[in-house]
């Protein structure tokens, strides 16, 4: 059973740093992109961050310059360093993989963990 569990969410306030981490299991995703998206209340889940496997990174434009992704293949882990966070930056971050396509796109990912709650106090 393919299982994606988040982790470091938290309370920071403006300015300050958070560190997620996606733990997987089940399965090896070393040839999968390995993505974040995040879900503030009462707006649709959007695209943060994803990392191709072989390190390649894209990011939404709202994050660019502020947070960083990572993977460890060998843990079958991935990361998302946050600076700089602001209050728009709180929303429930949700790590997710897929093989490849439209990377952006929250539809074309396959595999979801539940999600950890970033709060970013003014």
């Known amino acids: 059973q393919v299982q994606l569990v988040e982790s470091g969410g938290g309370l920071v306030q403006a300015g300050g740093s958070l560190r997620l981490s996606c733990a997987a299991s089940?399965?090896?995703?070393?040839?999968?992109?390995m993505g974040w998206f995040r879900q503030a209340p009462g707006k649709e889940r959007e695209f943060v961050a994803t990392?191709?496997?072989?390190?390649?990174?894209t990011y939404a434009d709202s994050v660019k310059g502020r947070f960083t992704i990572s993977r460890d293949n060998g843990k079958n882990t991935w990361y998302l360093q946050m600076n700089s966070l602001k209050p728009e930056d709180t929303a429930v971050y949700y790590c997710?993989?897929?093989?490849?396509?439209?990377?952006?796109?929250?539809?074309?990912?396959?595999?979801w963990g539940q999600g950890t709650q970033v709060t970013v106090s003014s």
């Open positions: 990392s191709k496997w072989n390190g390649e990174t």
């Open positions: 997710a993989a897929t093989l490849g396509g439209r990377i952006t796109l929250l539809s074309e990912y396959n595999y």
């Open positions: 089940g399965r090896t995703f070393s040839n999968y992109y």
